[in-house]
């Protein structure tokens, strides 16, 4: 399944594949330890100890002397029952709407930005298309599952 991460300010897109003992991403094989420490496979046989910790929605990871911050961009969660509307994942602020109603967006633009638990959140098209209503502006609470914006998916 493709995920979309901003790790240390760079946006970056990969395939991620949940196992029983942990995930495997891009050939690398990350599997839970213990203490915070995950277990690390690299695509080349390597392995390594690497310690994790989650501060907020941040992934921060530390190995050979690097860290790097790993946040995962959330699409809005579609709704089928509100007709492709987009969903807050969590109760929240709204910080800034950036699109508009007939706006025409594409796959992971952002659309919106809540602000929940003290982090920012960006919604993001999930697909191509058209925004057709937009049910939230900047300074409103919103409640989790409460639809924010509509999207028409281009064909």
Same mark, same amino acid.
């Given at each position: $399944? @493709?995920?979309?991460? =901003?790790? =240390? ?8 594949? +949940? #196992? /029983? ?9 990350? =599997? *839970? ?10 695509? /080349? ?8 910790? +989650?501060?907020? /929605?941040?992934?921060?990871?530390? &190995? /050979? !002397?690097? #860290?790097?911050? &790993? ?12 007709? !492709?509307? &987009? ?5 929240? +602020?709204?910080?800034?709407? &950036? ?9 992971? @633009? ?6 929940? $638990? +003290? $982090?920012?959140? *960006? ?21 989790? !599952? ?8 281009? =064909?």
């Amino acid at each position: $399944m @493709q995920h979309r991460f =901003n790790m =240390n300010g760079d946006e970056v897109e990969v395939t991620l594949s +949940k #196992t /029983d003992e942990g995930w495997v991403w891009e050939g690398v094989t990350v =599997n *839970r330890h213990d203490r915070g420490r995950l277990h690390v496979t690299m695509a /080349d046989g390597r392995t390594a100890l690497v310690h994790a910790a +989650k501060v907020g /929605d941040v992934w921060w990871v530390h &190995l /050979d !002397g690097h #860290t790097v911050a &790993l946040e995962r961009m959330e699409p809005g969660a579609s709704s089928q029952q509100h007709g !492709g509307g &987009l969903v807050a994942p969590m109760p929240g +602020k709204v910080l800034e709407t &950036l699109v508009q109603p007939g706006e025409t967006v594409q796959a992971g @633009q952002a659309l919106m930005v809540l602000e929940a $638990m +003290k $982090m920012e959140h *960006r919604i993001v098209a999930a697909h191509d298309g058209t925004v057709t209503a937009v049910h939230h502006q900047a300074g409103e609470q919103v409640s989790q !599952g409460a639809v924010l914006l509509e999207l028409e998916e281009s =064909n």
